[in-house]
């Protein structure tokens, strides 16, 4: 019955399926660099401590760690449909609750809680996609799936301009925290009329619910998946199926693939999230400060540059839908982090030079284009895919949930620490330390690579 799964054409159920992940996606690019816009109006209205910077940019990712360690595990258990369609609520309720944040640590608080549902959408799209698609193309349906991210932060971006043209004043960050409510509804009406996934099913023992669900997205073989389901037990009984449980990452037999799936994520995430929360900031301070602009100038300028910076996410994010089973994903994470780390080191450049005096603004966009863009060709579109292939059925969700958890650890970190690091050390030293990152990355995927991308017939006899 999986094999039915994984060798089925292409149809229109699929296509819904993914589109109802790839928008959860979205929401989580939005809302998670939504506040990058937001924290210069943010910065002025409270005028918070570097400290207390760093834990508003970071609240949400805090939020998804936790969010992701349970929402993996708890996809496991109670399926993936249930748990997906409750926390798209989450993601309405609290993207609206934050406009009205009335003191900072009312905004970490509400920001917080958003990011569990931010963290509980990852393993829940790799899981739900994964489990659907056909196999010659799985990762390349994940990554045009998690390929949405950028264009919720691009969204983000463009929210913020418009916001700050139609509203230009400091109360304008409200309004742009509150813009992810309405696409979320969308999302939420949508997800209510998909299917629970048929591998869970099966899993589960429920086999008869397994073929009608499998039959409709393979017709015409309704009759023999019936007869293959009469074969199951109806359900089995209790204490029959196995919970494996997080415990079962460590064992021997899966050390080595947590190791890959998590390790990385981590640390590509510090520098991703360092970097893409921060780019107007960064921005601002590498090329526009000695301007003389205020505020809402300053960051509406340097919004401008975060939106054509996007553009290189989207392009990565192309590039790897093209590239993924042609290359495989070990030889695009090592290139993405080989990348990443040429982009930091030319900004960590272009931050020493403008300390001398210079005015290297083509410095600073090549090293923002070239991080941008190899690291959404690399190592942020294949540390999703990775977790998801990775795992059987069983374990998928824990799996990615853990995997997700260490990136959104790795995420909160960069956040955190970037403005309190730039503040004692300065920019250039901070920028030096997250290349450090991308290289340890890079190492870490070459000691456990493990590819999993499925080989064709063609390539399996010329190896044998």
Request: charged share 15%; net charge positive.
């Amino acid at each position: 019955m999986t094999e039915v799964l994984d060798d089925a054409a292409l149809g229109p159920l699929h296509w819904r399926i993914w589109s109802v992940s790839a928008m959860g996606i979205f929401l989580d690019g939005l809302d998670l660099f939504v506040i990058g816009m937001a924290l210069p109006l943010i910065i002025r209205e409270f005028s918070p401590s570097p400290s207390l910077v760093g834990l508003i940019g970071a609240a949400a990712l805090l939020g998804a760690v936790a969010g992701a360690a349970v929402g993996g595990p708890l996809t496991d258990r109670f399926g993936r449909k249930t748990i997906y369609i409750v926390n798209t609520l989450v993601f309405v309720s609290l993207s609206l609750l934050s406009a009205f944040a009335w003191s900072v640590p009312a905004l970490i608080a509400l920001r917080f809680l958003l990011g569990i549902g931010i963290g509980a959408d990852y393993p829940l799209c790799a899981s739900y996609i994964s489990d659907y698609m056909p196999a010659r193309i799985r990762g390349r349906m994940l990554i045009a799936a998690f390929s949405f991210q950028a264009a919720g932060m691009a969204t983000a971006a463009l929210f913020g301009l418009t916001i700050l043209k139609w509203l230009p004043d400091i109360s304008a960050w409200r309004y742009m925290l509150a813009a992810g409510a309405l696409p979320a509804a969308v999302v939420f009406c949508f997800r209510l009329g998909i299917p629970e996934s048929a591998r869970w099913c099966l899993w589960k023992g429920k086999g008869k619910e397994a073929a009608e669900i499998i039959g409709r997205f393979v017709p015409g073989k309704e009759k023999r998946l019936r007869a293959l389901a009469a074969e199951l037990p109806a359900r089995p009984a209790a204490g029959e199926i196995k919970k494996p449980g997080c415990r079962a990452l460590f064992s021997r037999k899966y050390l080595r693939r947590t190791t890959l799936s998590a390790i990385p994520w981590f640390l590509m995430d510090i520098t991703t999230y360092g970097i893409g929360t921060f780019t107007p900031i960064l921005l601002a301070a590498l090329a526009f400060s000695g301007e003389g602009l205020d505020v809402i100038a300053a960051d509406f300028k340097s919004t401008e540059g975060a939106l054509f910076l996007d553009v290189f996410l989207v392009a990565g994010f192309l590039l790897n839908i093209l590239l993924v089973e042609k290359w495989g994903r070990i030889r695009l994470q090592l290139l993405g982090f080989g990348g990443m780390t040429v982009g930091l080191l030319l900004l960590a450049l272009s931050s020493a030079l403008g300390t001398a005096g210079g005015s290297p603004l083509l410095l600073i966009l090549a090293g923002f284009a070239i991080f941008n863009l190899l690291m959404n060709m690399g190592p942020n579109a294949t540390t999703f895919i990775l977790p998801a292939e990775l795992y059987p059925t069983e374990l998928r969700g824990t799996g990615h949930g853990f995997a997700s958890a260490a990136g959104k650890t790795g995420a909160a970190l960069g956040i955190f620490l970037l403005p309190v690091v730039k503040d004692r050390l300065g920019l250039t030293s901070t920028l030096i330390l997250l290349a450090i990152c991308a290289v340890l990355a890079l190492a870490t995927t070459i000691l456990c690579r493990i590819e999993t991308r499925r080989r064709s017939l063609e390539e399996l006899s010329s190896l044998l």
